[in-house]
């Protein structure tokens, strides 16, 4: 079992920054972890996914301004978000699929699908 927390969530205007973070009790040598954005009313949709080998993959509407890292040591994922939009606000969730690389994933509907533990979720409220 995996247990993934996120901590890092508020409130911001929008243009302003925030950063996220997840720990996980334990990784595997192989996965694939990511957050994944809930707006109000809306379906989860994948935001960013990073890889045991640290390979990423971002969706086009945070591409340039989201940037996903990890700490290995610490067993800590991270999501630094810059430039938030209004449109950014929601749930975001940390989410972990062990065994396998974002690769083996064709999409963000699949890793969705697929992804075995999920964290409880941090609210993130951006303000025009």
């Known amino acids: 079992q995996v247990q993934l927390q996120e901590s890092g969530g508020g409130s911001v205007q929008a243009g302003g920054s925030l950063s996220l973070s997840c720990t996980a009790s334990?990784?595997?040598?192989?996965?694939?972890m990511s957050w994944f954005h809930e707006a109000p009313g809306k379906e989860r949709e994948g935001v960013a996914a990073?890889?045991?080998?640290?390979?990423?993959r971002y969706a086009d509407s945070v591409k340039g301004r989201f940037t996903i890292s990890q700490d290995n040591a610490k067993n800590t994922l991270y999501l630094q978000m810059n430039s938030l939009k209004p449109e950014d606000t929601g749930i975001y969730y940390c989410?972990?699929?062990?065994?396998?690389?974002?690769?083996?994933?064709?999409?963000?509907?699949?890793?969705?699908?697929?992804?075995?533990?999920w964290g409880k979720g941090t609210q993130v409220t951006v303000s025009s």
């Open positions: 334990r990784t595997y040598h192989t996965y694939c």
């Open positions: 990073i890889d045991n080998d640290g390979n990423t």
């Open positions: 989410a972990a699929e062990m065994g396998a690389e974002c690769r083996y994933y064709s999409d963000w509907h699949s890793l969705l699908a697929t992804s075995g533990y």
